[in-house]
Structure formats: C-alpha cells, structure tokens
T-cell receptor, first 116, second 116 residues
Framework: ETGVTQTPRHLVMGMTNKKSLKCEQH?????MYWYKQSAKKPLELMFV???????ENNSVPSRFSPECPNSSHLFLHLHTLQPEDSALYLC???????????????FGPGTRLTVT | AQKVTQAQTEISVVEKEDVTLDCVYE???????LFWYKQPPSGELVFLIR??????QNEISGRYSWNFQKSTSSFNFTITASQVVDSAVYFC?????????????FGTGTRLKVLA
C-alpha cells in the first residue's frame, strides 16, 4: 500500500464502547497528526507526534487517547465518547525534513465516526 | 494568534467558468507557510500548493493559479475553465514557523460545485 491509510473507514459506536482508530503511513515520514473534521467547522488539530514523541495536544478531552508506537503507525483510542464527538477523523503525516518549507502534510481518507 | 478565513462557504459555477476561492490569513510570525488542499467526496485531503512568506510570486499550474499578496494577507486560488471534476471542498491552511511548532491552522473550507 502507498500513502496514508486509515482503518476502519466507518465506525458506529455507543457511548460506553471502547474502540481504536488506526493510521499507517508508507511514506517514510517522521511526523504524524490526528485531526477532527466536523460539519461547518475548521479542521481541528488534535495531536502531533514527531519521531514518536507527542509534541502537541490541542486541549483534547481525555476520552481520546493517542498512541504512536513507531513513526509509521498512529492510533486513536476512544472511550466513553459523546454524540458531539461524531465527526470525520483524519490522520496525516509529514516528512519533518528539517526544512519546514517542504513539510506539507499527506492525509489519509479518514474514519467517519458516529457516536450513538 | 493565527487564523485563516475562507469567507465563501459554497460556490456554484457552470463548467468552463473561471472561479476564485478567497483565503485571508492572520499571523504575527515573520516566517510562515501557506497551503491549499482539495478534499474530494472520498474524504482524503490532497495537497495542491505551498507558499512561504518570502515568496510572493504568483504561481500557475495548468488550470490552477494562486495569487499571494502579503499586503492584504491573502492567498487566493483561481481555477480557470472549471470542470466537474473540480467539485470538492478546498481548504486554505497556514503554518507559522517562528515558534518551531508543526501546528497547521485550517480555514473552514469552500465547497465548490461545478455544474455540467
């Protein structure tokens, strides 16, 4: 596979469930990101990992728990979510080449999450 | 504070018309980077272009062109002779470089509908 992949593509979960979103990048990048995309809102950055270390947590509620075991994989563990957490969750990666100018992000197709 | 404003929520044009998508940004950083992304119905954001704050040259790529004007803090995107395949949501994004973070700020997006 190439690029950035995300699984599952669609997820429906109850508020008491625990689930995980998975992201994998095949681009040799060193930075990975989670974004939340809700209707009529800007893309919201949730977390940034740089060389497996979390460098940004954008005041995300603790019911979202990220995990980055290596530079190619990123997870988002979900538990006791609320209906307002329903959104498209996008994963992205970037090279962090040392030249920020070149660090455009490559996005996965997203996971459409519905919390019932 | 950094901010990206895309005032046009939705634009509809007839095929072959030219269309301009507006982007206005705010930042206090002296060095920053601007991006445009396309999000087709499949959900995956596709990188289109990046610009750094020191390069105000306009750019043309096929039917796409970008007009960067620091004086008005704008980075507008024009599609010439639009096609139905151009229908998508287009996002403008900003990344400041002074703080050394990798935080991207996205606008709310403009939905472009090109009618046959």
């Amino acid at each position: 596979e190439t690029g950035v992949t995300q699984t599952p593509r669609h997820l429906v979960m109850g508020m008491t469930n625990k689930k995980s979103l998975k992201c994998e990048q095949h681009l040799g990048h060193n930075a990975m990101y989670w974004y939340k995309q809700s209707a009529k809102k800007p893309l919201e950055l949730m977390f940034v990992y740089n060389f497996k270390e979390q460098t940004e947590n954008n005041s995300v509620p603790s019911r979202f728990s990220p995990e980055c075991p290596n530079s190619s994989h990123l997870f988002l563990h979900l538990h006791t979510l609320q209906p307002e957490d329903s959104a498209l969750y996008l994963c992205a990666s970037s090279p962090i080449s040392g030249t920020p100018y070149l660090d455009e992000q490559y996005f996965g197709p997203g996971t459409r999450l519905t919390v019932t | 504070a950094q901010k990206v404003t895309q005032a046009q929520t939705e634009i509809s044009v007839v095929e072959k018309e030219d269309v301009t998508l507006d982007c206005v940004y705010e930042t206090r950083d002296t060095t920053y980077y601007l991006f445009w992304y396309k999000q087709p119905p499949s959900g995956e954001l596709v990188f289109l272009i990046r610009r750094n704050s020191f390069d105000e040259q306009n750019e043309i790529s096929g039917r796409y062109s970008w007009n960067f004007q620091k004086s008005t803090s704008s980075f507008n995107f024009t599609i010439t002779a639009s096609q139905v395949v151009d229908s998508a949501v287009y996002f403008c994004a900003l990344r400041g470089a002074d703080s050394g973070t990798y935080k991207y700020i996205f606008g709310t997006g403009t939905r472009l509908k090109v009618l046959a």
